[in-house]
């Protein structure tokens, strides 16, 4: 079997996590600064700034999502509870990256807000104008945006063990 370091992803593979790894980060800095959400908030400025990086993940993590559905990833000779781990952990970011946004755009439409993607094409509502659960899924959206960074977190922590105590590679299949 190859080792990790000869084991990269493929040039899309390592652009599309790129390309979330940059919305992500972008995201968590426009969510920490803009205004709080409040009953008369309109969608501008920073939030609308928002709305649209969240649409812009969604559309990026239905395309990794498609991409890594078709394509096989690399081998990997870790030992078993590392792979599963690993396993674990993507899986769980995977899923937090399109729910989180996916929340917000709940939340947005119940506050009749238009999302758009890319800031042309308007996308259709996921809740009610007015609807309680959409409001409620606004502090779902904010709950689970924390879960996910301790996950990034985690996910990046896990990447500097293989660099710097296992030395094995790993680290070098996603680096541009």
Do not use: C
Request: hydrophobic content about 55%.
């Amino acid at each position: 079997m190859q080792n990790a370091a000869d084991a990269r992803y493929d040039k899309t593979a390592r652009l599309l996590h790129w390309l979330v790894v940059i919305l992500v980060a972008a995201q968590f800095v426009i969510g920490w600064t803009m205004p709080d959400v409040h009953r008369d908030t309109k969608p501008i400025g920073e939030i609308a700034w928002h709305l649209g990086v969240g649409t812009a993940l969604i559309a990026v993590m239905a395309g990794r999502i498609v991409w890594r559905a078709t394509h096989q990833p690399p081998s990997q000779s870790m030992p078993k509870a590392l792979r599963a781990v690993s396993a674990l952990t993507h899986g769980a970011l995977y899923v937090l990256l399109l729910v989180v946004p996916l929340l917000g755009w709940i939340n947005a439409s119940s506050r009749t807000w238009v999302v758009k993607l890319g800031g042309l094409v308007a996308l259709p509502s996921l809740s009610a104008s007015g609807s309680s659960f959409g409001h409620a899924m606004g502090d779902v959206h904010s709950a689970l945006a924390w879960v996910l960074l301790v996950l990034i977190g985690l996910h990046i922590a896990g990447a500097l063990y293989h660099r710097f105590v296992l030395g094995d590679g790993v680290l070098q299949r996603m680096l541009p």
